[in-house]
Nanobody, 124 residues
């Protein structure tokens, strides 16, 4: 059973916006913290943002603060990443991940679930 499925990636020009979605099919999903990470070719996985499902608290990497917004929809069991003012350096595969506690380190084993990723490419 697939637990996290990302969608919404694509090719856009610098300055454009995209909204990524993560469909959550985890049992007791409300007890998790949902994260977005990204990984560019040849680079390490980078933390982007997380949201605590139970109370909606959010936290962002400095590199995206003020441009990206993470949110969740309880009824639809979806997590979103609204990305505005995109830059070429935002180009990466974006992953959704779930853990019982909030994390910022992209070590796979720290998370209970990972999605398959969605590609975001920003052209200059």
């Amino acid at each position: 059973q697939v637990q996290l499925v990302e969608s919404g990636g694509g090719l856009v020009q610098a300055g454009a916006s995209l909204r990524l979605s993560c469909a959550v099919s985890i049992r007791s999903f409300s007890s998790y913290v949902l994260h977005w990470f990204r990984q560019a070719p040849g680079k390490e996985r980078e933390f982007v943002a997380h949201i605590t499902w139970s109370d909606g608290r959010t936290y962002y990497a400095d590199s995206v603060k003020g441009r990206f917004t993470i949110s969740r929809d309880n009824a639809k069991k979806m997590v979103y990443l609204q990305m505005n003012s995109l830059k070429p350096e935002d180009t990466a595969v974006y992953y959704c991940a779930a853990a019982a506690t909030a994390q910022t380190i992209g070590i796979t084993e720290l998370y209970d679930y990972w999605g398959q990723g969605t590609q975001v490419t920003v052209s200059s």
